[in-house]
């Protein structure tokens, strides 16, 4: 991290009908951190990070990307904006009726401009840093769950963001995956100019690659702090969390 912030949120508000979800969140990212936001169910985790993206808006607030407001942006520009992000959905959001190799292509091909050979070789070089091999012709249902989510990594980096969104990584995995997962994403925000946010109900998961955690409760975040901190933390709120999603330590089957 280099003290400078990349993304800020305001105040933030958002109501669907009755239902309000965002009570006036306030979030520092600093540009290069890993930071992980927590929460139960209905929260409204994806929510904010849909906010990031640009694809809601508030009902009130601000979202601050370098320092600049993109709630005034056109669709024109929050899609000149949206280069700067990759996104990676549950369970990866592939093509089905596309090989992986086509599917990492896909951004590439529509955005980079790169010739054939070029494309392959990113391709190729995605593929390496999310440490799958050979898969370049198998259809994503041929792919296990945990693959299946590197591929999507794999897409979400093709274009070389310097904004990574992750959600629920790890979602329905087991524990060995879950530290595997956890590694990659790791690992692909070792370089201090990508910032990633992930959002997560998975503790194992967010001690394995946050900065810092934030933890959203009734629409506000209520904490915010390192791993260390989270652990520490004696907030009624992050205890509970803590309490109701128990881990051990790792045995050395799933390190």
């Known amino acids: 991290m280099n003290g400078r912030t990349k993304i800020s949120l305001r105040g933030l508000h958002k109501a669907f009908g009755e239902k309000v979800v965002l009570r006036g969140v306030d979030l520092d990212v600093p540009e290069g951190s890993s930071t992980v936001i927590m929460g139960g169910s209905g929260m409204g985790k994806s929510v904010l990070l849909k906010h990031v993206i640009g694809l809601l808006r508030p009902d009130a607030g601000e979202v601050l990307i370098d320092g600049g407001d993109i709630g005034p942006l056109s669709e024109s520009g929050l899609n000149t904006l949206r280069k ?19 599917n990492i292509a896909f951004p590439l091909r529509r955005h980079s401009g790169l010739d054939r050979g070029a494309i392959a070789d990113r391709v190729r070089e995605c593929l390496k840093i999310v440490n799958l091999h050979d898969v370049e012709e198998k259809m994503p249902a041929e792919l296990s769950g945990g693959m299946r989510r590197r591929v999507g990594f794999a897409r979400a980096i093709a274009l070389k963001p310097r904004i990574l969104l992750f959600d629920e990584p790890t979602t329905g995995l087991d524990p060995v995956m879950t530290a595997l997962i956890a590694d990659t994403i790791r690992a692909l925000t070792n370089d201090e100019t990508v910032t990633a946010m992930t ?46 999603n128990p881990i051990g330590p790792l045995t050395e089957a799933e390190l």
Request: aromatic share 14%; charged share 15%.
């Open 84 to 102: 700067q992000f990759g996104m990676s959905f549950q369970e990866g959001a592939l093509f089905d009726s596309m090989t992986v190799f086509d």
């Open 199 to 244: 959002i997560t109900h998975d503790l194992q998961a967010a001690y394995a690659i946050a900065d810092r955690i934030a933890m959203i409760f009734q629409g506000r975040i209520v904490f915010c702090g390192t791993p260390e901190e989270f652990q520490a933390s004696a907030d009624p709120v992050v205890a509970q969390f803590r309490t109701s």
